[in-house]
């Protein structure tokens, strides 16, 4: 990039400065002298921990807020003093964009292209690109209600470039997506960057996503950590990342458990059947002599190459304390006549609506105390089957038992000792968080003094206690998801189904959150999960692939991998293949729901 283009940032922020008060509580410093500069025709990622400020950015570039204080300058504009001119030149994209859902794909267009003014002549020269752009071109009239969650994001982002900005502003638009639709809309990002010139400022959860920007800006408490290209943000970590191999009969998942209170280690996450490390310090391979029981010591180590989501890691470690998020502890661990055998079995399982078949014959068994992924593409039928495992939907046929008891003649046993996490959390916005805690309590029947115990429990466990009398609606996401899942764990169930209960989260919470999950599943606790998250995907002991309503593939993680195994992938991650898996069946290819494990 040339100097004449970086002296003409296409938004620059010096010191700028926003408060929120909020009547009969504390107001809430959202951004503490933030400067940063976006250049024209450049993806920039905006990354940092629930709470940042990060929404908060956007919305005053967009000309939505008013600042409190410092400079914002947007397209050369002063956005405080002409919001207007700032919004007649950019497009902006929040978190739950405003489709229409009973108009079609078509007509939603339509209605954005009538309110930015945009001529017929203009619609008959943009509408095919952007069609093509987004392969909606086949969906015209299908309405926005009945699209795929990925459909809709394409759909989302298709209405906001109806016109041509200048500028986009960009605000989780892959958050709740499957691989393969955030794949197709990092492309159309790309795209629209490298080949039409604009100017991206996307705000990401996906620390992959950031890393395949040009340019990435952390923040975190308000203020600006880190910004410049994701490669120099990863050499913060350089000679510091490792991988361990877990020794015979150990899960990656235990060894990591092991590795996340050491004190010289930052960072430790599953991967590919291995635990990615990061220490707090460059250091040679090896331990002191006063740490005999470290794990590090009798481990395989192999040194390897630091990416950005390791030099974001460490650049919180040096402002921010570790959320440890102690391992649970259940109070009473599932009970000894239920120990052995399955604690789900589906057995051709169908679910129709009218002539769609959602659900067409699927079959898998969940063993008890063990972590199951059932993963797939947005609409590929999990949240049916959920819904189904948890008696909250009738099957259309075959047979499923669940906890030992047959879901389709005895569905209140049943649902007695399961918990459900919903993909859109089932909390209560106006109430607080003990509100909700005794509100689900009588839900479960909890009274009197057992019910006053389990929500002292809920409270100590997940760290809530600070925020008790805090409304749900006005919780960071990070502890939304903490007081949806102590909601669903107070009646103790033995099986707990979490339905994508990290999307959105940022990556301390999401790891904050496994550490919890693992914990449950050593005590016995059956935990059932569906995640767009692949990376997660390798905390699970089995795995099923669904997808247009059918099991693709089923296994361990190592053995799912190894189905995308190939001369020019050796190592083949979760993700590639989830999109291998998917993609062959797509072409006709492997729909029987071929099992993997023997």
């Known amino acids: 990039m040339n100097p004449a283009t970086k002296a003409a940032p296409a938004l620059m922020a010096q010191g700028l400065y926003k ?185 990401t959860s996906y620390l992959d996503e950031a890393e395949r920007c040009s340019r990435a800006i952390i923040l975190h408490q308000g203020t600006v950590l880190s910004q410049g290209p994701p490669q120099e943000i990863a050499q913060l970590a350089a000679e510091r990342c490792y991988l361990l191999t877990p020794r015979a009969g150990e899960s990656a998942r235990g060894l990591q458990a092991q590795l996340l209170d050491h004190p010289h280690i930052v960072d430790a996450v599953p991967d590919g059947g291995r635990v990615r490390i990061v220490r707090t310090e460059p250091a040679a391979i090896g331990v002191a002599a006063d740490e005999p029981n470290d794990p590090m010591r009798s481990h395989e180590l192999q040194a390897v190459r630091p990416r950005f989501e390791d030099g974001f890691m460490v650049l919180l470690q040096r402002v921010a304390r570790r959320e440890q998020a102690a391992p649970i502890t259940v109070t009473h661990p599932v009970r000894p006549d239920a120990q052995g055998g399955a604690a789900v079995r589906v057995e051709q399982l169908v679910k129709r609506f009218g002539a769609f078949v959602a659900v067409d014959h699927i079959s898998f068994e969940v063993q008890r105390g063990e972590i199951f992924g059932l993963l797939g593409p947005n609409g590929a039928g999990k949240t049916t089957t959920f819904r189904m495992l948890c008696g909250l939907l009738t099957p259309s046929g075959g047979q499923l038992r669940v906890a030992g008891a047959d879901v389709r003649t005895a569905p209140a046993s049943a649902r007695a000792r399961l918990g459900y996490v919903a993909q859109r959390f089932s909390l209560y916005g106006p109430l607080t968080v003990v509100e909700n805690l005794e509100f689900f309590a009588g839900a479960y029947g909890l009274r009197g003094e057992h019910k006053r115990a389990r929500i002292h429990w809920a409270l100590e466990q997940f760290d809530l206690g600070a925020r008790a009398q805090a409304t749900s609606a006005e919780l960071p996401g990070g502890y939304k998801q903490r007081l949806a899942m102590a909601a669903a764990l107070l009646h103790e169930p033995e099986i707990l189904f979490l339905d994508e209960p990290t999307s959105g989260a940022d990556a301390l919470a999401r790891r904050a959150f496994w550490r919890r999950i693992s914990a449950l599943a050593d005590q016995g606790v059956t935990v059932i999960v569906t995640t767009h998250f692949m990376q997660e995907a390798e905390y699970c002991d089995h795995i099923a692939i669904m997808d247009a309503g059918q099991v693709l593939a089923r296994g361990s993680p190592g053995e799912i991998r190894a189905l995308a195994g190939s001369d020019s992938t050796p190592e083949p991650t979760m993700e590639d293949a989830f999109i291998a898996v998917v993609e062959q069946a797509r072409r006709g290819l492997g729909r029987d729901g071929r099992e993997v494990a023997a």
């Open 19 to 203: 408060r929120f008060v909020r009547k009969d509580q504390p107001p809430v410093t959202a951004l503490d002298g933030v400067s940063l500069t976006i250049y024209h025709g450049e993806l920039t990622a905006l990354v940092g921990p629930d709470g940042a400020g990060k929404t908060t950015l956007l919305r005053l570039a967009a000309g939505l807020l008013p600042r409190d204080g410092g400079a914002l300058e947007v397209l050369g504009i002063d956005v405080a003093r002409d919001p207007q001119a700032v919004q007649d030149r950019i497009s902006y994209m929040p978190q739950r964009f405003g489709l229409y859902e009973d108009l079609s794909v078509a007509e939603n267009l339509d209605l954005y292209a009538d309110l930015h003014g945009v001529t017929a002549a203009e619609r008959a020269q943009r509408y095919p690109v952007l069609f093509e752009m987004t392969a909606l071109g086949p969906f015209q009239r299908r309405l926005a209600g009945r699209l795929s969650g990925g459909m809709k994001q394409k759909l989302g982002l298709a209405c906001t470039l109806v016109r041509q900005p200048e500028l986009l502003l960009l605000d989780e638009p892959t958050a709740g997506v499957d691989p393969l639709s955030r794949r197709e809309l990092r492309e159309i990002m790309l795209h629209l960057v490298r080949d039409q010139g604009l100017t991206v400022f996307l705000c």
